[in-house]
């Protein structure tokens, strides 16, 4: 019997590779622009760290971590996420005493959640995600946000929501929640399973619960917005000023609190209509008491992740084709025996001055030589046979105009490169 791919997991093929390259480039770049530096953290991690960095009550923690035991007895997970994971090595390197405050980090790379698999939500996905420690200074949230919003209009992407909040801190929210746990308390039995246990543990989640009865429920329930206190609720007002002032337009929600756990002050996420049920592309927001709940020094900190999958189904959905370069610059066409040999150097010659060529490999006659060259979408194509050869050299032709031109065997590496050159001039 053969073996298949696991659920919820996926192979990205050449064709569409292309693609993730392209993203990830743009990320990067963007990160560069934005003086975000890379971060890599293990694929995998104390169970503890999530436990404690991502929440208990949580989904993610609640239903979709695989975790197992390694041959030693620890218990380990493999990462559902990177917030965690960055702030421990924040903590551990001690990079809050880093004069560079504050540490503004990036990554990009496989996230593991036991889900139940639908387009736009894999076992398996990639994040790209930011996270900026050590600063309380709204306009350091505004930035996140833009940055986030500036990788979605380079890639063509419109049409998306931006969605912002304010889920308090550690002041304000238990007063917001005791009126929310006044307010739900006579109808507790009408909530879902879930809701009834987070009922007691986070309240606050039921807010964001997806169930149609729950959100009946709540439709009424107080807003953590009108809770705010005297440090939040300037503070929120500063980012929003900051969004306007950067044209980057939102609408508050205040019902919004997202998944996890640790969140204080600004929430965000970013949606995009078009692929099934799900929308949200982007999600972020600060989260000031994390670094210290993980043992480390108390720093402030703001992030974001997005998926690579979901932002390629959002390009999908929006027919945006990138500008990715699939052509080969030279293909080299071979006839006759000693003609093969001499293919093989200038194939390398080619490659080491930098270009991407490419050769027969399966013994094909010229026709079929030829078909693969315009496959591969060769820009020229390099002919050569035992009379070129005897001659001393080449034939080059310019597949976009058919032109022909003969050329010294001595010089025809050169002579693409710089035909290179003029080809990406007139374009
Ligand atoms: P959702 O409500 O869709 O489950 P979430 O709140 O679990 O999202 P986060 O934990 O905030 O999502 O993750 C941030 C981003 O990571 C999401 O906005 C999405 O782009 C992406 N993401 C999360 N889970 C998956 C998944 N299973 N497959 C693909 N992308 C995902
Ligand atoms: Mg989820």
């Not at 949606?271 to 720093?299: K, P, Q, W």
Request: aromatic share 8%.
């Amino acid at each position: 019997m053969s073996i298949h791919i696991p659920r919820g997991t996926a192979d990205v093929l050449p064709g569409e590779v292309e693609l993730w390259q392209f993203i990830e480039q743009k990320s990067r770049d963007l990160c560069q622009r934005f003086n975000y530096k890379e971060i890599r953290t293990p694929i995998f991690e104390h169970t503890e760290l999530f436990q404690r960095g991502v929440g208990e009550t949580t989904d993610i923690v609640e239903k979709e971590m695989y975790t197992f035991q390694d041959k030693g007895g620890r218990n380990i997970t493999l990462r559902p996420e990177g917030t965690a994971a960055v702030v421990r090595s924040f903590a551990e390197h001690k990079l809050f005493g880093d004069p560079n405050q504050p540490v503004k980090l990036y990554y990009i790379g496989p996230m593991f959640r036991y889900e139940r698999p639908q387009a736009g939500r894999m076992r398996q996905f990639t994040q790209f995600g930011v996270e900026a420690l050590g600063s309380y200074d709204p306009s350091i949230d505004a930035e996140v946000i833009a940055l986030a919003m500036g990788l979605y209009e380079e890639l063509g992407i419109h049409d998306l929501r931006l969605e912002v909040n304010s889920v308090g801190c550690n002041t304000c929210r238990p007063v917001h929640r005791d009126h929310l746990v006044q307010h739900l308390g006579e109808r507790r039995e009408e909530l879902c399973a879930d809701c009834q246990s987070r009922f007691d543990r986070n309240p606050l989640r039921i807010l964001d619960c997806k169930a149609e009865k729950c959100k009946e429920i709540t439709k009424q329930a107080p807003n953590i917005t009108e809770h705010l206190c005297d440090d939040c609720s300037p503070n929120f007002e500063q980012v929003k000023e900051h969004l306007t002032r950067l044209g980057i337009a939102y609408h508050v929600n205040p019902r919004m609190v997202r998944g996890l756990d640790y969140y204080t002050q600004t929430a965000f996420e970013i949606m995009a209509e078009g692929f099934g049920a799900i929308t949200t592309i982007c999600g972020g927001g600060r989260y000031n008491g994390l670094v210290e709940s993980i043992g480390g020094h108390d720093s402030p900190g703001i992030g974001f992740a997005m998926s690579i999958e979901r932002v390629l189904l959002t390009l999908q959905s929006q027919k945006i084709e990138l500008p990715v370069k699939r052509e080969l610059d030279c293909y080299v066409v071979a006839v006759g025996e000693q003609a093969e040999k001499e293919a093989v150097c200038i194939l390398n010659k080619l490659r080491k001055h930098g270009l991407r060529a490419d050769k027969d490999y399966q013994g094909r006659r010229m026709r079929a030589q030829f078909k693969a060259a315009d496959r591969n979408q060769a820009r020229v194509t390099l002919i050569i046979g035992d009379d070129e050869l005897e001659k001393g050299i080449a034939v080059v032709r310019t597949m976009a105009t058919g032109e022909q031109q003969e050329v010294n065997l001595n010089e025809v590496v050169n002579f693409i490169a710089t035909n290179m050159n003029t080809i990406e001039e007139e374009k």
